[in-house]
C-alpha cells in the first residue's frame, strides 16, 4: 500500500494585523490626545491672555465677555487690541505649521521635512526685505509699510515654492525619486534666496538691517482684526484641505508605486498637499516672521504617541502646534520682562534641545518613523 504524505500546516503564532496593532499600541492616545491638547491649549491661552504688567481682574473679564457693568475702557483696550489679537495670532499660527508639517513629512516620507525645506520662509524673507528696502527708499508712509512687508513676504513665498514645484515637476510626475528631487530642489533654491537676502540686508542701512533681522527672528505683534481674520480663514481651509487628504497620505507611508498601485493619483495629490502647504505656510510666515521647529516637532510628538495614521496625526500636530507656539509665547514674556523677546527665539532654545532629546529617545524606543 502506497505511503501517503500528509501535508500538515506548520503552527503560526497569531500576529495582529495591520490594524490591530496600532488600535492596541496607540488606542488610549487616539481616543485621548486630542482632547487634552485642546485642554492644555485653552488653559494656555487664557494664561497667555492674563500674562503681562497690567492685571486686569477677572470682573472685567466677565464685564467685557457678557456685556456686565462697569468696563474699563483702558483695560478693554489692552484686551481687544493687544493680548487677545496676539494670543489668537500664535494659535492659528502655531496651527498652521504643526498641521503643515505633519503633512510634509508624510508626503515626503522624510522625519526631516518642514515647511521651511520647500521654501517658504526662505521666500517670505526675501519679500519682507525687499519691501523694507523698497519703503526707505521710496519714502512710503509708515502707516502703509507693514501691510506692505505682509503682501510682499506672501507673494515671495508663493513664488518660491512656485518656482522649486517647477524645477521638481518631471521627477513629480510620476514614482521614484521624485521626493528626492523635490527636496533636493528646496535646499538649492532656498540657499540661492537666502543669498539675494543676505545681498540686501548688506546693502541696507543699519537701521533697515535691524528691520530685517528681527522680522526673521519670529514675532506675535499685535495685529488688526482684520489681518487675524484672514489668517484664521486662510489657515482653516488649508489645514481642511490636507485633513481631507488624510488617508492618501496614509497610502504614500508605503511608497509612492504601492500608492499608485492602491489608487492614489500620485502627482495629484502631491501638487494638492504642496498648494495647500505653501498657502497656509505663506500667510503664517508673512504674518509672523520666521518661526522654527514648531512645524518640525510637534509632528515628532504626535507620533509617538498617536502613530503614523494621519487622520489622527493631523489634528493632533495641529493642536499640538498651536499649544506650544502660545507656551512660547508666554516664555518670550516672561524671561526679561519688560521686554518681549522675539518668539523664534524661543522656539529654537527650548525646541532644538527637546528635538534631540525625542531622536535619542525613539531610536532607544525603536518607535522612530520616518
Given at each position: ?114 515647511p521651511?525645506?520647500?521654501g ?15 519703503g ?11 501691510l ?12 518660491v ?23 533636493l ?12 537676502t ?17 522680522w ?42 504601492d ?25 503664517t510666515?508673512?504674518v509672523?516672521?520666521v518661526?522654527?521647529?514648531?512645524g518640525?516637532?510637534?509632528?515628532h ?5 498617536v ?33 518681549i ?14 528635538f ?9 524606543a525603536g518607535q522612530?518613523?520616518?
Amino acid at each position: 500500500m502506497p505511503q501517503v504524505n500528509q501535508i500538515r500546516a506548520k503552527p503560526t503564532s497569531a500576529k495582529p494585523t495591520s490594524d490591530a496593532a496600532p488600535a492596541s499600541r496607540y488606542g488610549f492616545w487616539r481616543r485621548w490626545l486630542l482632547p487634552l491638547l485642546i485642554a492644555l491649549m485653552v488653559v494656555s491661552a487664557w494664561l497667555d491672555l492674563n500674562h503681562g504688567p497690567v492685571e486686569i481682574p477677572f470682573s472685567q473679564w466677565w464685564s467685557l465677555l457678557f456685556g456686565g457693568d462697569g468696563v474699563n475702557p483702558s483695560q478693554s483696550n489692552i484686551i481687544l487690541q493687544l493680548r487677545l489679537p496676539r494670543v489668537l495670532t500664535a494659535v492659528v499660527v502655531g496651527a498652521a505649521l504643526g498641521g503643515s508639517g505633519a503633512a510634509l513629512q508624510g508626503l515626503f516620507r522624510n522625519p526631516l521635512a518642514d515647511p521651511s525645506i520647500i521654501g517658504v520662509s526662505a521666500g517670505a524673507s526675501l519679500g519682507a526685505a525687499l519691501a523694507i528696502v523698497a519703503g526707505a527708499h521710496w519714502a512710503i508712509a509708515a502707516s502703509v509699510l507693514p501691510l506692505l512687508q505682509i503682501l510682499c513676504a506672501f507673494v515671495a513665498a508663493l513664488a518660491v515654492v512656485a518656482l522649486v514645484y517647477a524645477v521638481a515637476k518631471p521627477a513629480l510626475a510620476g514614482a521614484g525619486r521624485s521626493v528626492i528631487t523635490m527636496l533636493l530642489a528646496g535646499i538649492a533654491i532656498t540657499a540661492l534666496v537666502g543669498a539675494a537676502t543676505s545681498v540686501l540686508k548688506y546693502l541696507v542701512d543699519d537701521q533697515n538691517l535691524r528691520q530685517v533681522s528681527l522680522w526673521q527672528m519670529g514675532s506675535l505683534q499685535p495685529n488688526s482684526w482684520g489681518l487675524v481674520a484672514v489668517l484664521f480663514l486662510c489657515s482653516a481651509v488649508c489645514l481642511w484641505r490636507l485633513l481631507a487628504a488624510a488617508q492618501s497620505l496614509n497610502a504614500f507611508l508605503l511608497g509612492e508605486a504601492d500608492a499608485q498601485l492602491m489608487g492614489v493619483a500620485v502627482a495629484r495629490v502631491k501638487f494638492q498637499v504642496i498648494t495647500w502647504v505653501a498657502l497656509a505656510c505663506a500667510a503664517t510666515v508673512a504674518v509672523a516672521g520666521v518661526i522654527g521647529f514648531v512645524g518640525l516637532l510637534a509632528p515628532h510628538c504626535a507620533r509617538l504617541l498617536v502613530g503614523p495614521n494621519h487622520r489622527y496625526l493631523l489634528p493632533c500636530a495641529a493642536v499640538g502646534g498651536a499649544l506650544m507656539l502660545v507656551l512660547a509665547d508666554i516664555i518670550s514674556r516672561s524671561l526679561i520682562p519688560p521686554i518681549i523677546l522675539p518668539v523664534g527665539i524661543i522656539t529654537a532654545l527650548v525646541g532644538a534641545p527637546l528635538f534631540l532629546w525625542l531622536l535619542v529617545f525613539s531610536q532607544g524606543a525603536g518607535q522612530w518613523r520616518s
